[in-house]
């Protein structure tokens, strides 16, 4: 799925706690080149329900934002 919406990520894991018969699959989304522009596609596109995901979220995009205006 997010192939489709032009984010790349690292190898899709997941965690089986024990005892727990639910899989949790995670996603590993880095930066990406240029400059963070994976990050700013998944806060487009996708986001987080979570207020404090989403505020992390925002400083992570923010700090590449300032990054690509220096360089």
């Known amino acids: 799925m997010l192939e489709e919406l032009g984010i790349t990520?690292?190898?899709i894991l997941y965690y089986v706690k024990k005892g727990y018969k639910t899989?949790?699959?995670?996603?590993?989304?880095?930066?990406g080149k240029p400059w963070g522009t994976n990050f700013i596609r998944?806060?487009?596109k996708v986001g987080f329900k979570s207020k404090s995901k989403q505020k992390r979220l925002e400083k992570i995009v923010s700090s590449y934002k300032r990054m690509f205006k220096k360089g």
């Open 9 to 11: 990520t690292n190898k």
């Open 23 to 31: 899989k949790i699959y995670y996603v590993d989304i880095t930066g």
């Open 42 to 44: 998944f806060q487009r």
